[in-house]
């Protein structure tokens, strides 16, 4: 009995031990600038997911510790390294995260600054934000052309957005709006709906064991806890999550009226995609399958009644002959006899117009065009309401009104936008567009006759808590609906009726016959499909390139705002003219602040450049080809702008005169004034370098003069000497020693000459050669080669050039000088320059060798920079080689090359620098 109670009591404690998890503290890293869901306040982390985590610790009597990641990978790094057990929320993106099973969804969403008024396209290219890697893969398959910026937290991605650095930044909806909200930025941008999707938020962890403790642990919780917690970060019902988990609670008038009520519901026949009957005569499309959600929430009794005239349905509506209306919208005049629930879904209301008409903006532009819309549509009472001026062409149904476009009886037809698209592309016809949208939206909503109040509270409370992602299911199935051509059924029987002629009457014909007849039919059959394939190819390759154009389009207005280009056009007899946002904006104007004409044009003409402008217009006239011309405007009275205008007449009449002009403006001041500090620049360096050769030539007058000097103080000091002693000097010593005066004196001056004629050159093409040039630059340095202890060779070939012979010298001076320079700064006993210069293919080729062991590799590429020197201060400007450079290229059509090499003189092995000279023969 004891040894039963005792392993009995072993059993309970192993029961007990098994029953407690193994681990009870858990460490969790959040990112403290994701708003609402983590972050910091009062030093301690703050948010909807901590409150969570809190609620599962408190329900499992599990101790938390948080950890700030301080940005976003960081936080996920930490689970990934082991330093913590849980990554706070997000959505398994990379193959070694366990995610738990998902506990919330939070909606991303693309945002811009309010100010960017252009349409986005997944298509074109873009510079996108995102904070961390979560999206990356997402934003890659959908912008496929965009570039991606992975920001560490949201400071720096909301400073680049708002300053326009990026072009769209795509994260977390609420928790952008949140962080914009307290950061003051939140009137600065605005998101748009081109790219938003659910995204899960689950625990991450490194190891399954983990997920399993959490997935367990969250079972603890309900619904209505984690709805409470919710609440109190979430202010608006719509972007709740577990609002979607909670039923209707209708009153119980609601429920007997539902109960005891048959609900009479009108149908458009035809209204794709949103309302229209089936083959099999139930109602089908867009609002009829969210009327079923509602129906089958409600559990309503319905009787459905088709109609063909929308104004007969909102009749039946008036005389309470129907019930309800489930897909249109709410006026002003029809809340007289009906009720409206809340919006289930929300459209834009577009413009459809030739293929070859421009985008629209706005309705403003096309406000003095006639245009047709569907009477009494939805469409045609709000621009009623809204633009009760315009010219409107009323049509009994969608076909009519965009067949009036086609035929060219309205310039455009107005109606909600998955509505035309669905039509356009259902009636096949190809030469209609979507060329904008209005400024209004087309709410979609249920309509009640006025004396239901009870159906209409119930119907607005089961809206309220439809599952947004079925409604988005719904339209998106309806957006991808493809449209089968109508058959010529007419044409079927015309052709199998040929065909049955044909058979009889080879009946009677010989079997040689049947057999060719035969092998002809399947020969066109042939050909038949060949030209259907073909014709589908061709149709595929016309879609192709109508993508093409639009995104050159696209691409051409973008790179106009980000060159600053302003465009224009000008309608010769209609004396009108239209200018670009850009063109506006280069004139001092916000766009469409004036209405432009040539005399305001003409009065921000500089004075002295008004005749460059009206000639420019009066040659277009009367020209055919494209004209460029420069002019300057004043704005303000003080400052000046240099623009381009290129221009040319694109389209004339039958008589050939000229109706249309387009063109350009380009702002040119910036490029001005490059160049005239430019012409200050080169005007600079040039007098620098003479400067430097004079005092190098200076340099060189002494070499020149010391010896020739020296001879002539001997002499006369001898003289001198004489006379003191002896007191006269025999006459053929006198005569010697003045012949020697005289001698060197006639050497200064020529040297003198030399000289001259070397800092006055002539700057006149002669035809010389190379080798006289050389010797001539050489004589010049005689002196200061001698006093360096310098050996030169010269291999050079019979040339004869034509070109700058003074340029020239002047940079073999200058190469020739650094080489010396280079020689006597190292202490190199075998000193030696190697001249060379060949022929080759028309070119001249002059090598320029050294054994100064060459220029370090590091400054190789600054060589020719201006100012660029190796040398003390006192001994170089650093402007010498910049200028050879700039004369080799610019005077005399050639180039200069810089390389370290080694080469062989008189069987010895030398290494330094190689300066080769490249430049046509007549340069």
């Given at each position: 009995?004891?040894?039963?109670?005792?392993?009995?009591a072993?059993?309970?404690?192993?029961?007990?031990?098994?029953?407690?998890?193994?681990?009870?503290?858990?460490t969790?890293?959040?990112?403290?600038?994701?708003?609402?869901?983590?972050?910091?306040?009062n030093?301690?982390p703050?948010?909807l997911?901590?409150?969570?985590?809190?609620?599962?610790?408190?329900?499992?009597?599990?101790?938390?510790?948080?950890?700030?990641?301080?940005?976003?990978?960081?936080?996920?790094?930490?689970?990934?390294?082991?330093?913590?057990?849980?990554?706070?929320?997000?959505?398994?993106?990379?193959?070694?995260?366990?995610g738990?099973?998902?506990?919330?969804?939070?909606?991303?969403?693309?945002f811009?600054?309010?100010e960017?008024?252009?349409?986005?396209?997944?298509?074109?290219?873009?510079?996108?934000?995102?904070?961390?890697?979560?999206?990356?893969?997402?934003?890659?398959?959908?912008?496929?052309?965009s570039?991606i910026?992975v920001?560490?937290?949201y400071?720096?991605a909301?400073?680049?957005?708002?300053?326009?650095?990026?072009?769209?930044?795509?994260?977390?909806?609420?928790?952008?709006?949140?962080?914009?909200?307290?950061?003051?930025?939140?009137?600065?941008?605005?998101?748009?709906?081109?790219?938003?999707?659910?995204?899960?938020?689950?625990a991450?962890?490194?190891?399954?064991e983990?997920?399993?403790?959490?997935?367990?642990?969250?079972?603890?919780?309900?619904?209505?806890?984690?709805?409470?917690?919710?609440?109190?970060?979430?202010?608006?019902e719509?972007?709740?999550?577990?609002n979607?988990?909670?039923?209707?609670?209708?009153t119980?008038?609601?429920?007997?009226?539902?109960?005891?009520?048959?609900?009479?519901?009108?149908?458009?026949?035809?209204?794709k995609?949103?309302?229209?009957?089936?083959?099999?005569?139930?109602?089908t499309?867009?609002?009829?399958?969210?009327?079923?959600?509602?129906?089958?929430d409600?559990?309503?009794?319905t009787?459905y009644?088709?109609?063909?005239?929308?104004?007969?349905?909102?009749?039946?509506?008036?005389?309470?002959?129907?019930?309800?209306?489930?897909?249109?919208?709410?006026?002003?005049d029809?809340?007289?006899?009906?009720i409206?629930?809340?919006?289930?879904?929300?459209?834009?209301?577009?413009?459809?117009?030739?293929?070859?008409?421009?985008?629209?903006?706005?309705?403003e532009?096309?406000?003095?065009?006639?245009?047709?819309?569907?009477?009494n549509?939805?469409?045609?009472?709000?621009?009623?309401?809204?633009?009760?001026?315009?010219?409107?062409?009323?049509?009994?149904?969608?076909?009519?009104g965009?067949?009036?476009?086609?035929?060219?009886?309205?310039f455009?037809?107005?109606?909600?936008?998955?509505?035309?698209?669905?039509?356009?592309?259902?009636?096949?016809?190809?030469?209609?567009?979507i060329?904008?949208?209005?400024?209004?939206?087309?709410?979609?909503?249920?309509?009640?006759?006025?004396?239901?109040?009870?159906?209409h509270?119930?119907l607005?409370?089961?809206?309220?808590?439809?599952?947004k992602?079925?409604?988005?299911?719904?339209?998106?199935?309806?957006?991808?609906?493809?449209?089968?051509?109508?058959f010529?059924?007419?044409?079927?029987?015309?052709?199998?009726?040929?065909?049955?002629?044909?058979?009889?009457?080879?009946?009677?014909?010989?079997?040689?016959?049947?057999?060719?007849?035969?092998?002809l039919?399947?020969?066109?059959?042939?050909?038949?499909k060949?030209?259907?394939?073909?014709?589908?190819?061709?149709?595929?390759?016309?879609?192709?390139?109508?993508?093409?154009?639009?995104?050159?389009?696209?691409?051409?207005?973008?790179?106009?705002k980000?060159?600053?280009?302003?465009?224009?056009?000008?309608?010769?007899?209609?004396?009108?003219?239209?200018?670009?946002?850009?063109h506006?904006?280069?004139?001092?104007?916000?766009?469409?602040?004036?209405?432009?004409?040539?005399?305001?044009?003409?009065?921000?003409?500089?004075?002295?450049?008004k005749?460059?402008?009206?000639?420019h217009?009066?040659?277009?006239?009367?020209?055919?080809?494209?004209?460029?011309?420069?002019?300057?405007i004043?704005?303000?009275k003080?400052?000046?702008?240099?623009?381009?205008?290129?221009?040319?007449?694109?389209?004339?009449?039958?008589?050939?005169?000229?109706?249309?002009?387009?063109?350009?403006?380009?702002?040119?001041?910036?490029?001005k004034?490059?160049?005239?500090e430019?012409?200050?620049?080169?005007?600079?360096?040039?007098?620098?370098?003479?400067?430097?050769?004079?005092g190098?030539?200076?340099e060189?007058?002494?070499?020149?003069?010391?010896q020739?000097?020296?001879?002539?103080?001997?002499?006369?000091t001898?003289m001198?000497?004489?006379?003191?002693?002896?007191?006269?000097?025999?006459?053929?010593?006198?005569?010697?020693?003045?012949?020697a005066?005289?001698?060197?004196?006639?050497?200064?001056?020529?040297?003198?000459?030399?000289?001259?004629?070397?800092?006055?050159?002539?700057?006149?093409n002669?035809?010389?050669?190379?080798a006289?040039?050389?010797?001539?630059?050489?004589?010049?340095?005689?002196?200061?080669?001698?006093?360096?202890?310098?050996?030169?060779?010269?291999?050079?070939?019979?040339?004869?050039?034509?070109?700058?012979?003074?340029?020239?010298?002047?940079?073999?001076?200058?190469?020739?000088?650094?080489?010396?320079?280079?020689?006597?700064?190292?202490?190199i006993?075998?000193?030696?320059?190697?001249?060379?210069?060949?022929?080759?293919?028309?070119?001249?080729?002059?090598?320029?060798?050294?054994?100064?062991?060459?220029?370090p590799?590091k400054?190789?590429?600054?060589?020719?920079?201006p100012?660029?020197t190796?040398?003390?201060?006192?001994?170089?400007?650093?402007?010498?080689?910049?200028?050879?450079?700039?004369?080799?290229?610019?005077?005399?059509?050639?180039?200069?090359?810089?390389s370290?090499?080694?080469?062989?003189?008189?069987?010895?092995?030398?290494?330094?620098?190689?300066?080769?000279?490249?430049?046509?023969?007549?340069?």
């Amino acid at each position: 009995m004891l040894r039963f109670k005792t392993v009995f009591a072993l059993f309970l404690f192993s029961c007990f031990l098994y029953a407690q998890p193994f681990k009870k503290s858990f460490t969790i890293s959040y990112d403290p600038n994701y708003a609402p869901f983590s972050y910091i306040k009062n030093n301690k982390p703050q948010g909807l997911l901590i409150d969570y985590w809190k609620l599962w610790a408190e329900k499992n009597n599990y101790k938390l510790k948080f950890v700030n990641g301080k940005l976003w990978q960081n936080s996920i790094d930490l689970v990934k390294n082991q330093k913590v057990d849980f990554f706070l929320g997000t959505e398994v993106y990379e193959s070694w995260m366990k995610g738990s099973k998902p506990f919330y969804q939070s909606k991303t969403a693309l945002f811009i600054h309010k100010e960017t008024s252009k349409n986005f396209a997944k298509d074109a290219s873009y510079v996108i934000g995102i904070i961390g890697k979560d999206y990356k893969e997402a934003i890659k398959s959908n912008f496929p052309n965009s570039m991606i910026v992975v920001y560490k937290d949201y400071d720096k991605a909301i400073e680049d957005l708002v300053s326009k650095k990026i072009d769209l930044l795509y994260d977390d909806k609420i928790a952008i709006e949140f962080y914009t909200l307290q950061k003051g930025h939140f009137h600065e941008i605005k998101h748009i709906d081109l790219l938003s999707e659910l995204s899960d938020i689950q625990a991450i962890a490194l190891r399954e064991e983990l997920i399993d403790i959490f997935n367990k642990g969250f079972q603890k919780i309900s619904t209505e806890e984690l709805s409470d917690i919710e609440s109190k970060w979430i202010i608006n019902e719509k972007f709740k999550f577990y609002n979607q988990f909670k039923s209707v609670n209708l009153t119980k008038e609601e429920l007997n009226f539902i109960k005891n009520t048959k609900i009479n519901v009108s149908v458009s026949r035809a209204w794709k995609p949103f309302s229209f009957e089936s083959k099999s005569h139930t109602p089908t499309g867009i609002s009829s399958e969210v009327w079923e959600l509602l129906e089958e929430d409600l559990n309503l009794n319905t009787k459905y009644t088709f109609f063909n005239d929308f104004t007969k349905q909102l009749e039946s509506i008036k005389q309470k002959q129907q019930d309800v209306i489930f897909s249109t919208g709410k006026t002003k005049d029809r809340e007289n006899y009906a009720i409206f629930t809340k919006p289930y879904i929300s459209f834009p209301i577009s413009i459809v117009t030739l293929k070859d008409e421009n985008f629209i903006e706005n309705i403003e532009q096309i406000k003095d065009k006639k245009i047709a819309v569907g009477e009494n549509f939805t469409a045609h009472k709000l621009l009623k309401e809204n633009y009760p001026d315009l010219n409107l062409l009323l049509v009994k149904s969608i076909k009519e009104g965009l067949e009036a476009v086609e035929c060219k009886d309205a310039f455009a037809y107005i109606d909600i936008k998955p509505n035309l698209a669905y039509n356009i592309g259902k009636l096949g016809l190809e030469t209609l567009k979507i060329s904008g949208n209005t400024d209004l939206n087309f709410a979609l909503r249920i309509m009640i006759r006025k004396d239901y109040p009870l159906l209409h509270s119930a119907l607005d409370k089961t809206i309220e808590s439809l599952d947004k992602q079925k409604i988005e299911n719904i339209i998106n199935k309806w957006e991808n609906v493809q449209f089968e051509d109508n058959f010529n059924y007419n044409r079927l029987w015309i052709a199998l009726s040929v065909i049955f002629t044909i058979v009889i009457i080879l009946i009677f014909k010989n079997q040689s016959n049947i057999k060719q007849n035969k092998l002809l039919k399947e020969k066109v059959e042939e050909r038949t499909k060949e030209l259907k394939q073909l014709n589908e190819s061709l149709e595929i390759k016309v879609e192709d390139k109508t993508k093409e154009l639009k995104r050159a389009n696209y691409l051409l207005d973008e790179a106009q705002k980000i060159a600053h280009l302003g465009s224009f056009q000008y309608e010769i007899k209609k004396d009108e003219l239209y200018w670009s946002n850009e063109h506006f904006k280069m004139f001092g104007f916000y766009p469409n602040q004036i209405k432009p004409t040539v005399d305001i044009l003409l009065s921000y003409v500089h004075e002295d450049d008004k005749k460059i402008v009206k000639s420019h217009l009066n040659k277009l006239v009367s020209s055919k080809n494209k004209l460029v011309n420069e002019f300057r405007i004043v704005i303000n009275k003080k400052t000046i702008k240099y623009l381009q205008i290129t221009s040319k007449i694109t389209k004339f009449d039958e008589k050939n005169n000229p109706l249309l002009i387009i063109g350009t403006i380009l702002d040119i001041s910036k490029i001005k004034k490059l160049e005239q500090e430019k012409r200050e620049k080169d005007t600079i360096l040039a007098q620098q370098s003479k400067m430097a050769a004079m005092g190098e030539m200076l340099e060189n007058i002494a070499h020149q003069w010391r010896q020739p000097l020296s001879i002539i103080s001997t002499v006369s000091t001898g003289m001198q000497l004489n006379l003191e002693i002896d007191n006269e000097i025999p006459k053929q010593h006198l005569l010697d020693n003045v012949r020697a005066i005289n001698e060197h004196t006639q050497y200064l001056s020529k040297t003198i000459d030399d000289f001259r004629n070397f800092f006055n050159p002539n700057k006149e093409n002669t035809t010389f050669d190379v080798a006289s040039c050389i010797d001539k630059s050489l004589y010049l340095i005689t002196s200061k080669i001698k006093s360096s202890n310098i050996n030169l060779t010269k291999k050079i070939s019979d040339i004869k050039i034509t070109t700058l012979e003074s340029e020239l010298t002047q940079v073999l001076l200058n190469i020739f000088n650094n080489a010396i320079d280079a020689l006597n700064q190292q202490d190199i006993k075998d000193k030696q320059i190697y001249i060379l210069a060949t022929k080759e293919n028309n070119n001249i080729i002059i090598s320029i060798k050294d054994s100064a062991g060459g220029v370090p590799k590091k400054i190789q590429t600054r060589i020719f920079e201006p100012y660029f020197t190796t040398k003390h201060k006192s001994q170089g400007t650093g402007i010498g080689l910049y200028m050879s450079s700039q004369i080799i290229t610019k005077h005399l059509n050639g180039n200069i090359k810089l390389s370290n090499e080694q080469f062989i003189l008189n069987n010895k092995s030398y290494f330094g620098a190689n300066f080769k000279i490249i430049f046509p023969q007549n340069s």
